[in-house]
């Protein structure tokens, strides 16, 4: 495949252009009259050709917008691009093909993939892009915003297979969790996927990202059930220290003497109060009549 890349055309102020144009269309309007003044036919001879050639001339006159562009076609051959804004004169014989160098926002629509464990999810995204080499877009590729779109569609649904939709630790990247890690990772797919299209990423982000409607009540029980463990284990992690700070406390101060049986007895009973789920209800023992 022959390798484009986009050059500087050559053009003239269209300004200067234009008063070329009207100077040459005096001088072509005074032929004409010097042949009906002087009825000498053989005036026109030269009077016809000069028009015909200021209406090709006049072709050549283009208005180029700021962060707008006109790619420029010979024939079949590529000769540059007009990029900078304002009034132009480039060769008359071309075709300019229009292509825009403005930012553009692609949203995809919701896609249904799985994700790394297997699981049908949902997931959408925005892609901010922008074309930086109208060469590549306009002969590379067919129809570059089209490419633009089912590139992105594909980077979107390998992405999605490369990470699980929630992880159960913090050390593992996940689509849900690393929100950042997984941005940065799409817009360095849809580059890689964009760049022969003449085209940059500026921004990629997840818009939409959701368990598939068939499993979504099982894995809203499951994310359930897996904060209540977790909230559990640091409730446990946090009785534990207690209790150990607590004894640890009645030893060093001396204020009362445990054997292994009451400190197993008052463990437990610690335990008891601060991990339960209802409220601990404190029995008072206050000895017997018979001691």
């Known amino acids: 495949m022959q390798q484009i890349t986009e050059t500087r055309a050559n053009r003239m102020n269209g300004f200067l252009a234009l008063f070329i144009f009207l100077a040459l269309l005096a001088a072509d309007t005074y032929l004409i009259y010097l042949t009906i003044t002087t009825k000498t036919p053989s005036i026109l001879w030269g009077a016809i050709p000069l028009f015909v050639a200021l209406m090709i001339y006049m072709n050549g006159l283009v208005v180029v917008q700021p962060n707008d562009s006109r790619a420029l076609i010979f024939f079949g051959k590529y000769i540059g691009t007009v990029r900078d804004p304002g009034f132009w004169w480039a060769n008359p014989f071309t075709v300019k ?98 760049e022969a299209a003449g085209v940059v990423v500026e921004e990629s982000r997840i818009s939409h990202l959701a368990y598939a409607p068939e499993i979504a009540q099982a894995m809203l029980r499951r994310q359930q059930a897996e904060a209540v463990v977790a909230a559990r284990l640091k409730i446990v992690e946090g009785a534990v220290g207690m209790v150990e700070s607590a004894l640890r406390a009645l030893s060093e101060q001396n204020i009362v003497s445990l054997d292994e049986e009451k400190k197993a007895t008052m463990v437990n009973n610690l335990m008891v109060a601060l991990v339960s789920e209802a409220e601990a209800q404190p029995v008072i023992n206050t000895g017997t009549l018979y001691q």
Do not use: C
């Not at 779109?149 to 297979?161: G, K, M, N, Y």
């Open 97 to 194: 093909k229009h292509v825009s160098l403005r930012i553009r926002n692609m949203n995809s629509d919701k896609l249904k993939v799985n994700d790394l464990v297997g699981n049908p999810i949902e997931i959408a995204a925005v892609v901010v892009w922008r074309v930086v080499d109208t060469a590549r877009a306009l002969f590379v590729v067919e129809h570059y915003e089209e490419f633009v779109d089912i590139q992105s569609e594909t980077a979107i649904r390998a992405l999605a297979s490369e990470y699980p939709y929630d992880a159960h630790d913090d050390s593992r990247a996940s689509l849900r969790g690393s929100p950042q890690e997984i941005a940065e990772g799409l817009q360095r797919q849809l580059q890689t996927r964009l």
